[in-house]
C-alpha cells in the first residue's frame, strides 16, 4: 500500500497539537484527523480515536506494524517541515 498523498493543516491555537493531517493510500482510501503533537522530546502522531462510555479513547484507524507506523511518521512528519519551510518564506516576502 502507497501513500499518494498528505494533507497538512496547521493549528494555529497554542498548545501541544501543532497540525492534523489526511493522509490517502492508492489513491483509493483516505484517513482523517491525524494529529501532529509535540511531545517532551520529539513529534509524534496520534491516530484518529473517538472516546468509549468507559472514558478510553480507542484508535479507529492505526498502522499494525512497527515498519508502517515508521513509513507514515516519516511521511507525515516530511510534508510538515514542508509546510513549516513555506510559511516561513511567505513571512519573509
Do not use: C, W
Not at 65 to 70: H, Q, Y
Amino acid at each position: 500500500m502507497d501513500i499518494t498523498d498528505i494533507r497538512v493543516r496547521k493549528v494555529s491555537a497554542a498548545g501541544k497539537m501543532k497540525a492534523v493531517a489526511s493522509v490517502t493510500f492508492d489513491n483509493a482510501f483516505v484517513v482523517h484527523d491525524i494529529k501532529i503533537i509535540e511531545g517532551q522530546e520529539k513529534l509524534f502522531i496520534a491516530m484518529p480515536s473517538r472516546k468509549t462510555p468507559e472514558g478510553e479513547f480507542k484508535d479507529i484507524a492505526h498502522p499494525i506494524n512497527a515498519s508502517m507506523r515508521e513509513q507514515l511518521e516519516t511521511a507525515i512528519f516530511e510534508k510538515y517541515e514542508k509546510a513549516l519551510l513555506e510559511d516561513e518564506i511567505g513571512e519573509e516576502q
